[in-house]
């Protein structure tokens, strides 16, 4: 097991129950693949350093998990496909 952490960016337009149920989401889709959660942080509405998809804010949130280094391609291929996370990064933890 490694720790990593993962900074995503939800759409700005999403409801409030919509925004909740897509951090429910990421946070299953890591457990599913054999990841352990550990800190999680909101950093709310922020301005993006430029425009993605035509928006220019977006929802912050950072969380720290820890989790087999074979499963994190898994869990990466699902993110690309969410059309509701603007973006992603996921780092290991030193």
Same mark, same amino acid.
């Given at each position: #097991?490694?720790?990593?952490?993962?900074?995503?960016?939800?759409?700005?337009?999403?409801?409030?129950?919509?925004?909740?149920? &897509? #951090?429910?989401?990421?946070?299953?889709?890591?457990?599913?693949?054999?990841?352990?959660?550990? &800190?999680?942080?909101?950093?709310? &509405?922020?301005?993006?350093?430029?425009?993605?998809?035509?928006?220019?804010?977006?929802?912050?949130?950072?969380?720290?998990?820890?989790?087999?280094?074979?499963?994190?391609?898994?869990?990466?291929?699902?993110?690309?496909?969410?059309?509701?996370?603007?973006?992603?990064?996921?780092?290991?933890?030193?």
């Amino acid at each position: #097991m490694r720790d990593y952490e993962i900074v995503y960016v939800i759409r700005p337009d999403l409801s409030d129950e919509a925004r909740t149920a &897509k #951090m429910e989401r990421v946070h299953s889709l890591i457990s599913e693949n054999g990841g352990e959660i550990g &800190k999680v942080e909101d950093w709310g &509405k922020r301005v993006l350093a430029y425009e993605i998809r035509h928006f220019t804010e977006g929802f912050y949130r950072l969380t720290e998990f820890r989790m087999p280094p074979e499963s994190v391609v898994a869990v990466e291929g699902r993110l690309n496909l969410d059309e509701e996370l603007l973006r992603y990064q996921i780092i290991v933890r030193e």
